[in-house]
């Protein structure tokens, strides 16, 4: 968990409980909402191994341009993990059908968490090991695709039929994705920038991949491989945004991510110079799946950012009235 995470879901929590008290709850444009409730999750046939071999279409109603256009102000929203993530209810997290779900529910953006096999091949897991997620255990580093693949991804909690889901490799994620969502290329878990890059343009997936880190000497050495990649980069201040702008002079980010406390402060500088906000909401996505209150994932988009993160993407499009 990120460290200033609890402080963020204190808070949030506590702006819950008063909303509760005070009987609040708003759709975004301040009507009250028909059905306070969260909203009924799509039909897992739609997404999970039942689904197959059919990939849904892209139903997002943003424009695609406005994806990857530094100057787009609309309110966008980023799938973590996929639709899963560790609050997700739809699919098992950074699977095959955490994508697809995040496909049929409309989502701007899809974050992945690549990491390297003992045999170099890019696999889509968080941990540094399988114990968490699959019914294996052992370092992802130490382990072969096969061994990797050879094992079932937990599923129990999620309804809908997720037997043939397996830890899919990076190529497999972006081949899916491609032409439906945005794909947010994790490359902290890894200095393989050859195969991050490898494998984005081995899918044929450069216009639909944004290479995601915190580190500019990643971003340059992937732009070194192929020069026309979407790139962002995450700060906690204003000089890391100046910094990372500087030194991206000729290859402008798309995105910058903002970590930390200080989002309000931070956001005002990003679009002052000309860029837009991406920061995670599960502080609010904990919130909300306490109190039922929506209007909790107000905040972040009043602060300034322009994308949400989420583990709950299905509940934040639903508050943006995209559901």
């Not at 256009?69 to 739809?90: E, F, K, Q």
Request: charged share 25%; with cysteine; glycine share 6%.
């Amino acid at each position: 968990m990120t460290p200033w995470l609890p402080a963020v879901v204190a808070r949030v929590v506590l702006l819950a409980g008063t909303a509760s008290l005070m009987g609040c709850g708003s759709s975004s444009d301040g009507t009250p909402p028909t059905d306070a409730a969260p909203p009924v999750a799509p039909d897992p046939s739609t997404f999970d191994c039942t689904s197959l071999p059919r990939l849904p279409e892209r139903v997002a109603s943003t424009p695609i341009a406005c994806e990857t256009d530094p100057s787009c102000r609309t309110r966008l929203v980023a799938a973590h993990r996929g639709a899963g993530g560790p609050m997700g209810r739809l699919a098992p997290e950074d699977t095959l059908a955490g994508y697809r779900a995040a496909i049929v529910l409309g989502a701007d953006f899809a974050e992945t968490d690549p990491r390297p096999t003992a045999d170099g091949v890019l696999v889509n897991v968080h941990d540094t090991t399988v114990d968490r997620t699959t019914n294996g255990s052992g370092e992802v580093s130490q382990m072969t695709l096969a061994e990797v693949q050879a094992l079932t991804v937990d599923a129990d909690k999620y309804p809908g039929d997720f037997r043939c889901e397996r830890i899919p490799t990076l190529r497999e994620v972006l081949e899916t994705c491609r032409e439906r969502i945005h794909v947010l290329v994790d490359a902290n878990k890894t200095d393989r920038v050859d195969l991050l890059v490898g494998d984005i343009v081995a899918a044929d997936a450069v216009e639909w991949a944004i290479f995601d880190t915190s580190s500019i000497d990643k971003i340059q050495q992937a732009l070194a491989i192929e020069p026309s990649l979407h790139v962002m980069f995450r700060v906690d201040s204003v000089d890391k945004v100046d910094a990372g702008l500087a030194a991206l002079a000729d290859h402008p980010p798309v995105v910058i991510e903002v970590n930390g406390g200080n989002l309000k402060t931070i956001a005002q500088a990003i679009h002052e110079r000309g860029h837009r906000v991406l920061t995670d909401v599960f502080g609010q996505d904990f919130a909300v799946s306490m109190s039922d209150d929506l209007s909790l994932y107000e905040q972040p988009y009043s602060q300034g950012a322009d994308i949400a993160q989420t583990d709950r993407p299905e509940l934040v499009l639903r508050w943006l009235g995209r559901r």
